[in-house]
Nanobody, 126 residues
Framework: QEQLVESGGGLVQAGGSLRLSCAAS????????MGWFRQAPGKEREFVLA????????YYADFVKGRFTISRDNVKNTVYLQMNSLKPEDTAVYYC???????????????????WGQGTQVTVSS
């Protein structure tokens, strides 16, 4: 059974950094792209970043450009989200997710992702 487990969330001051990790098991991790989403209270889940199976290409939402990066380690079956210059509006639960298909062309629609972690809370204080 596939499982995605996020870690690394917490409370940080504005301007600070966090690195989230998502450990995958139960499916051939290196075959699939991976993505990160977030959901703030009262808001819809939104796309943050995604990375192709070999890390050769990344897709990102405009609001994270220059601040967040995504990377992966196919030996450790882990995908990372490095978040720098955090802002209070980045406060949300962050989820890693695997697209339904190995062919991923940058979709930002959560419905195109089939497996989700339980999420990790990120809180940025002003």
């Amino acid at each position: 059974q596939e499982q995605l487990v996020e870690s690394g969330g917490g409370l940080v001051q504005a301007g600070g950094s966090l690195r989230l990790s998502c450990a995958a098991s139960g499916r051939t991790f290196s075959n699939y792209p991976m993505g990160w989403f977030r959901q703030a209270p009262g808001k819809e889940r939104e796309f943050v970043l995604a990375i192709t199976w070999n890390g050769g290409r990344t897709y990102y939402a405009d609001f994270v450009k220059g601040r967040f990066t995504i990377s992966r380690d196919n030996v450790k079956n882990t995908v990372y989200l490095q978040m720098n210059s955090l802002k209070p509006e980045d406060t949300a639960v962050y989820y890693c997710a695997r697209p339904l298909s190995t062919y991923y062309a940058g979709s930002i629609n959560p419905r195109d992702f089939g497996s989700w972690g339980q999420g990790t809370q990120v809180t940025v204080s002003s």
